[in-house]
């Protein structure tokens, strides 16, 4: 059955497989993830090489994501049921799975590279998900009034910068206009007095 999925799967299909995650009892029932590979020697199927990862580091590099003020990232499985959720249980469906349905999506999975809007909890929200290689669905959440003003603060630096970047500019092209000019108005000068006769005129 389940416990053995992980020599089972890669020999059906002959090719390395994820496996998981299932609770493994040789790690106090800990939840694991598997990748395993099947190994042939002359075409001949002589043993499965396989190597475990707890669920929980997975999770950790998830958490430690940084998704705005209250945004999430959130895993779910191929059938879109939650294998974490930062506020809902493991094999619940999440609400934004048949709003993404609604809009004739068949699921998250092929909304890959999409940004989706929907509700939740009256408040709008925005959604963009990836798949992992081992084929859980990566997806990440975010109010879309925080995304806005993001952008918003993007706007107004990028504004910022121009005025100051103006301001330091007209002084500087009007002193380089003047550098240039100074040797000019000096010839001129010069050329004047010689014309008029006066020929110790210095030069520097």
């Known amino acids: 059955g389940r416990r053995n999925a992980w020599y089972f799967i890669p020999m059906r299909q002959g090719a ?17 993830i598997t990748y395993v590979s099947p190994v042939y020697k002359s075409g001949v199927l002589i043993g499965v090489l396989g190597m475990d990862m ?37 094999g619940d469906v999440p609400g934004f799975v048949s709003q993404i349905q609604s809009t004739g999506t068949d699921n998250v999975e092929t909304s890959e590279n999409a940004v989706i809007a929907y509700e939740d909890k009256g408040k709008r929200w925005q959604l963009s998900c990836s798949t992992l290689t081992n084929g859980m669905e990566l997806v990440v959440c975010a109010p879309i009034d925080e995304v806005a003003a993001s952008w918003h603060h993007l706007e107004a630096s990028v504004v910022v910068i121009a005025l100051v970047v103006l301001v330091l500019f007209i002084p500087a092209t009007l002193i380089a206009m003047s550098e240039v000019n100074r040797p000019l108005r000096q010839l001129t000068e010069a050329a004047q007095q010689l014309s008029e006769g006066n020929y110790d005129v210095e030069l520097d």
């Not at 040789?26 to 694991?32: C, G």
Request: hydrophobic share 35%; charged share 20%; net charge negative.
């Open 16 to 32: 390395p497989a994820w496996v998981g995650p299932y609770k493994d009892t040789h790690l106090n029932d800990a939840l694991t």
């Open 54 to 90: 707890l669920f929980d580091t997975m999770i950790g590099e998830i958490n430690s994501l940084a998704i705005y003020d209250s945004g999430y990232a959130c895993l779910l499985s191929q059938e879109n049921e939650v294998l974490y959720h930062p506020e809902l249980k493991r």
